[in-house]
């Protein structure tokens, strides 16, 4: 079945550092790939998303591209911030957009 | 206020005393799912409902029973609830199955069985 793995955690970096939070999928067909973040107490909200391989997702100054032949879909952003600081999710939908599944998160703390 | 809500948002109860936990949208969805957010886990999908009456399994539906009697509504039903059932629960809708669009998610209920 369909499957996503990301870099364990917890990561801290402090303000202004570059972040890299990896994630690779398993899947059949062609998903659509998503970052989800969840701050504390709170429902996830979607970050970003990619439809199809080669496409990048941007948002909040937050950037993936769907590598299909990596089968990767890594986060990115140049210089965080402490209100960054949440739990990343990387998910991916099968060919239906009807099954979800979900990466085990990675929780990111950023030191002023 | 467009939202996701769920109700209750604790729930601490014994085994074998069966519960429901509600979710409703007023965003108008289609798309409604619930998933279980387990340490190390990440989120694992229960159900999923495309629309009015239709509803399918996700990764770990054993125990658990959904309807969708009404667009807005997409309750979770756990007849016999045990243990390893105590986790956190998320619902969620999306405009279409959300394969292009979102999924908004509830508040989220965090169930403990004693």
């Known amino acids: 079945g369909n499957s996503v793995t990301q870099m364990e955690g917890p990561v801290t970096l402090s303000e202004e550092a570059f972040l890299t939070i990896n994630c690779t999928y398993t899947?059949?067909?062609?998903?659509?790939l998503f970052w989800y973040v969840q701050y504390p107490g709170e429902g996830l909200q979607l970050l970003l998303k990619?439809?199809?391989?080669?496409d990048k997702g941007s948002n909040k100054g937050f950037e993936a591209t769907y590598r299909k032949e990596t089968t990767s879909f890594h986060l990115e952003k140049g210089s965080v911030q402490v209100s960054d600081s949440a739990v990343y999710f990387c998910?991916?939908?099968?060919?239906?957009?009807?099954?979800?599944?979900f990466g085990p998160g990675t929780r990111l703390s950023v030191l002023p | 206020e467009a939202q996701v809500t769920q109700n209750p948002r604790y729930l601490i109860t014994v085994t074998g005393k069966k519960l429901t936990v509600t979710c409703s949208q007023n965003?108008?969805?289609?798309?409604m799912s619930w998933y279980r957010q387990d340490p190390g886990l990440g989120l694992r999908q229960i159900y999923y409902s495309m629309n009015v009456e239709v509803t399918d399994k996700g990764d770990v539906p054993e125990g658990y029973k959904v309807s969708r009697k009404e667009k807005r509504n997409f309750p979770l039903i756990l007849e016999s609830p045990s243990p390893n059932q105590t986790s956190l629960y998320f619902c969620?809708?999306?405009?279409?199955?959300?394969?292009?669009?979102?999924?908004?998610f509830g508040p989220g209920t965090r169930l403990t069985v004693l």
């Open positions: 899947a059949t067909g062609y998903p659509s």
């Open positions: 969620a809708s999306g405009e279409t199955s959300g394969r292009y669009n979102e999924q908004f």
């Open positions: 965003m108008n969805h289609e798309y």
């Open positions: 990619a439809t199809k391989a080669d």
């Open positions: 998910a991916l939908s099968d060919n239906y957009g009807q099954n979800f599944v």
